[in-house]
């Protein structure tokens, strides 16, 4: 048995010589590995005489015992030491700034709805708001789409599953429905505008699958198309600050006004670059049109003594012109290089 001992004589000196964690694992292996010292000793105990053998069992047991321990303790003094090492050349300076180049901006959705909201506010708009998830009367029926009208087809609705009270249930397609409800809600005379997210099941360089609007109402007794002709004149010159910018309307069709239009701001496309403001030709910038008499009817408003106008737009559109944004898809790509570009400072 003296093989056991000087085994583990020789082993506690290596452990206690051992300075770092890599050479007590060596220890450890060529000890109580597979193929280690005290391994192998073990395994002569089967040739042993039944006497001896359990003798010389409980030897190499003990042998075991004590190197493991030994392994044991050694390791926590050498990981604590590691570990003190490895906070000396850690340590952070937590009194430095945060670091530059993580530095947020303002999304340019965000930095447009910003802008819309502050053109309206000085003309006397309120702001209105309603739910994404609507039902079809508000978003279609109540706009004066009946059922099976084919204007719905072009609006590539997501439906969502029915209500408990088999209500259809879908993604709003457009803002007008907060216009419906603010109707429901309220007594004319209204001025309001409306902002959010908007949902048509439709993907490419000009179309997500979710976009945003921006929509406006007007109701009162008097109001005619050359208040709609003044008003959006005002907004397009302020939002794009070009103050002689030229505009056009062309008759247009949407169920929920009569008459209908668009309106056209006057640009230039000369070599293949388009400059707002100038030159001949002309850009589609929004939707427009004098409230249907049956969408007022269907809010509870007298078409006989009240009208108005309404009109609306497509956020990313108006960002894309005013920023020179080429792709709408990029807008929800949360590329944090994107935003740095096209991104403002919340101080703008
Ligand atoms: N809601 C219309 C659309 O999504 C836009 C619009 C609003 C047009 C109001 C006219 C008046 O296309």
């Known amino acids: 048995m003296q093989e056991a001992q000087k085994i583990q004589t020789e082993a506690l000196a290596q452990i206690e010589a051992a300075n770092d964690l890599s050479a007590l694992e060596n220890i450890r292996v060529a000890v109580l590995g597979k193929k280690g010292a005290i391994t192998e000793g073990m395994k002569t105990l089967g040739s042993l005489a039944p006497d001896q053998r359990k003798e010389a069992g409980a030897t190499w047991n003990a042998v075991k015992d004590a190197v493991a321990s030994a392994i044991e303790s050694r390791e926590v003094v050498l990981k604590r030491a590691a570990l003190a ?54 978003n279609f029926t109540a706009l004066n789409f009946p059922p099976g009208h084919p204007a719905r087809e072009m609006h590539d609705t997501f439906y969502l599953p029915d209500a408990a009270d088999a209500t259809k249930r879908l993604l709003r397609t457009h803002t007008s429905t907060v216009q419906i409800r603010a109707m429901q809600e309220q007594k004319p005379p209204l001025k ?11 993907y490419d360089m000009t179309h997500t699958p979710m976009f945003h609007q921006m929509e406006g109402l007007v109701i009162d007794t008097e109001t005619n198309m050359g208040h709609l002709k003044g008003c959006l004149m005002d907004f397009v010159r302020s939002y794009f600050n070009i103050p002689d910018l030229k505009v056009r309307f062309r008759p247009s069709f949407f169920p929920f006004t009569e008459p209908s239009a668009e309106m056209d701001i006057g640009c230039s496309r000369k070599g293949g670059e388009l400059k707002l403001g100038q030159g001949d030709d002309w850009l589609e910038i929004l939707g427009c049109g004098m409230v249907h008499p ?3 009817k269907n809010c509870g408003i007298d078409p006989e003594k009240y009208q108005g106008f309404a009109f609306g737009m497509g956020v990313e559109r108006v960002a894309m012109l005013k920023y020179g944004i080429p ?21 703008n």
């Not at 309001?192 to 439709?202: A, H, K, Q």
Request: with cysteine; proline share 4%; glycine share 6%.
């Open 85 to 138: 090492e490895k906070l000396k050349t850690e340590t952070i300076d937590i009194s430095l700034p945060v670091k530059p180049e993580t530095k947020g901006a303002v999304h340019p959705i965000s930095q447009a709805m910003e802008e819309l909201l502050a053109i309206f506010s000085d003309m006397g708009f309120a702001l209105a708001e309603g739910p994404d998830i609507e039902d079809d009367f508000h």
């Open 192 to 202: 309001l505008i409306c902002m959010g997210r908007t949902y048509r099941s439709d």
């Open 294 to 296: 049956n969408v007022l």
């Open 327 to 347: 792709d709408l898809r990029t807008f929800f790509e949360s590329d944090l290089r994107w935003l740095k570009h096209y991104g403002f400072s919340v101080f």
